[in-house]
Every structure is written in structure tokens, then in C-alpha cells.
């Protein structure tokens, strides 16, 4: 079943095309694979599906139903996330509270510190992210550390389908492992579904289900990834680069 389609997608700024005819669905428990070059339209894409764009044309279904997303809020109340290379994340405030930020448990007027530090060390530890202390502050945590808070975060919040930009970028091998057995973890509940955008494509194959190829906006290669090597990956990728310098030259 399909919890996310995206049909005859489109958005200009101006005289600038980002997505000019993108057609994208996403299956329940599904990794998704988003690549392609700087400028391809990818962050764009991710924008319009978490409501922060709305389409120039072109349709969503979300679970079965035709939606127009008014808000980043509006797609988060249908399930709907984004984490982000900035991940949105206070770095003086202590992981617990960054778990329940804009959704803070109270007594009365005052915070609930005890509860939120609890269940935000439950959620944590049931999503096998390991962070020794959740009252540190988050400036203290290493990148991937951020990283899986933020994902968790998101997985606390209820989201469904979760949008990952980029959650690998500048990341040692043992920063990024964390986050790959993080989205594996995910993938094998079944629960969340999830569109990754990266640039290291072995990490596509590695974690995903099937990988998108975007280019000049519209989404050219759509394969299982059980169905594509790396060096297939990487000439599509090529190809595009030297078809654009060649563009760039004059070249015909």
C-alpha cells in the first residue's frame, strides 16, 4: 500500500523550474532512496511533501486521500516529518528537553522535568540510540548522536512518514553506522515510512528499498535496489555532469 503519491508535481520561483513533472510514491515500511545532482530539485521536493511549498501543480495522497498542505504543521498532523542537515535542534537545552520541544509535558503551569527526562530515555533506548545521559546538553553530543535524537524526536512525535535531508552529510564511519542501523531499525518495524536524500550512494543501496533518480525536476530512474549496482548509480550521475559541461561549453 502506498502512503505517499506524488503526482504531475511542479514548482517554479520565478523564472527558475525546481520540479517540473515529478512523480514519486512511497509504500508502507518503505526506504526510499532520493538522489541526484546539486540543483536537481531535491530539497525542493522535500519541501512540497512536508508542506513548508505548496505546488504550483499537480497532486498529494497521503493514505488513499487527496490532501493540500497548508503548513509544515498541517503535514505533521497528518504524520508527516522532516529532519533536516540544521536538525532544528536547540544545542543549550538538554536532549530530554529537545525530545519534548514546542510539546513540553506540564504540571500545572510548571514543566514536568521527571516525566519528559523518563520517557524521553525510554523512547531512546527502545530505538537503540545510545546517549549516556539524556540531561546533557545537545552541544555536547557528537554529530550522529544529534543526528539519532532528532530522528527519534520526530519518531516520538508520531510521524509516519519521515523525510530524512541529507542525515549523513559530514559524517565520520562510525557517526554514520549509527544512523544507518537507526533507519534499519526503523525499516524492520514496519511502522514509518521514509524518503533518505544523500549523495553517498552505497548508503543508498545499502539501507534502501528502491532509489529515485532526480533530474532537470523530474524523477528519471525509479529501481529496487536490489535491481541496481553502484556503478550504475554513479554513471547516471556522471553522465548528467558531463551532459551539463558539455551544455555549459556550447557543446551540442
Known sequence: ???LVAEHVAKRFGALTALRDVNLRLEKGEVLGLIGDNGAGKSTLIKVICGFHQPDSGRLVVNGQ?????SVDHARSLGIDTVYQGLALINELSVYHNMFLNRELRVGPLLNNRAMRRLARAHLED?????PNVNSEVAKLSGGQRQAVAVARAVYSDAKILLLDEPLAAMGAKEGTLILDLIRDLKARGEVSVIIIAHNYAQVLDVCDRVNLLQHGTITFDK??????????T???VAEYRAR????NGGG
Open 1 to 3: 500500500m502506498d502512503v
Open 235 to 237: 554513471e547516471l550521475v
Open 66 to 70: 487527496e490532501v493540500t498542505l497548508r
Open 245 to 248: 559541461r558539455t551544455r555549459g
Open 224 to 233: 529496487p535496489t536490489a535491481d541496481v549496482s553502484l556503478d550504475e548509480l
Open 127 to 131: 530505538m537503540g540510540v545510545n546517549i
